[in-house]
């Protein structure tokens, strides 16, 4: 029984990480997609009206064009710092497990930029970008924005795949983490079993 709690306990913990690793500084949490920028939550949400009117998207867009990101602060503090916004070719080859760490190591980000939003202090709480893709293909996001009272700079970064879906990996890795378990627990029991039928 404490093996079946077992692999239960480890099913559960990896189900809860896989949002995290799929989606860098983006997470799903019931159903909405949370832009977390240091201690910092906003509600990020991705349109394509003319391909897709009213549609909502996260982080995954169905192809090129016309493409409209809206950040609405969660915290008061966003409000009063500026906060800029960067879209670059994804360079860094880590795909959906990018981290900000991977675009500090790129250097010249300029280079591969298509987009930037200069820092701009929103005091409504909405930051609304408009970018036309000329081409599908996997980029990243990254959004900075500093503290209201000293001199930190907090930033995020998350994969846009547009067009093809990228493998879900990290779902994949879940599976494979169940399909484990599941052996251990299976062979565990027929160890109990032959120890049972070997005292008997």
């Known amino acids: 029984m404490?093996?079946?709690?077992?692999?239960?306990?480890?099913?559960?913990?990896?189900?809860q990480s896989v949002p995290v690793m799929a989606a860098g500084g983006l997470v799903l949490r019931n159903d909405v997609c949370v832009l977390t920028i240091g201690f910092y939550d906003a509600h990020f949400t991705a349109y394509q009206p003319d391909a897709r009117g009213n549609e909502e998207f996260c982080e995954h867009l169905p192809g090129a064009g016309k493409t409209i990101f809206v950040i609405d602060y969660l915290h008061r503090s966003l409000k009063e710092v500026p906060v800029d916004f960067r879209i670059i070719r994804d360079v860094t080859g880590k795909g959906q497990f990018v981290r900000v760490e991977d675009i500090e190591a790129i250097g010249d980000l300029d280079a591969h930029t298509v987009y930037y939003q200069e820092p701009v202090i929103r005091t409504d709480g909405t930051l609304m970008i408009e970018h036309d893709f000329?081409?599908?293909?996997?980029?990243?996001?990254?959004?900075?924005?500093?503290?209201?009272?000293?001199d930190s700079?907090?930033?995020?970064?998350?994969?846009l795949s547009l067009g093809?879906?990228?493998?879900?990996?990290?779902?994949?890795?879940?599976?494979?983490?169940?399909?484990?378990?599941?052996t251990f627990l299976f062979l565990m029991k027929r160890i109990g079993q032959s120890d049972r039928a070997a005292t008997a």
């Open 153 to 159: 700079i907090y930033s995020a970064a998350f994969p």
């Open 164 to 182: 093809a879906s990228r493998f879900p990996w990290a779902y994949v890795a879940f599976a494979g983490a169940l399909l484990l378990a599941a």
């Open 2 to 15: 404490r093996y079946a709690l077992s692999s239960v306990v480890i099913a559960l913990v990896l189900l």
């Open 134 to 150: 000329a081409a599908e293909g996997e980029y990243v996001g990254v959004v900075t924005a500093g503290h209201p009272s000293n």
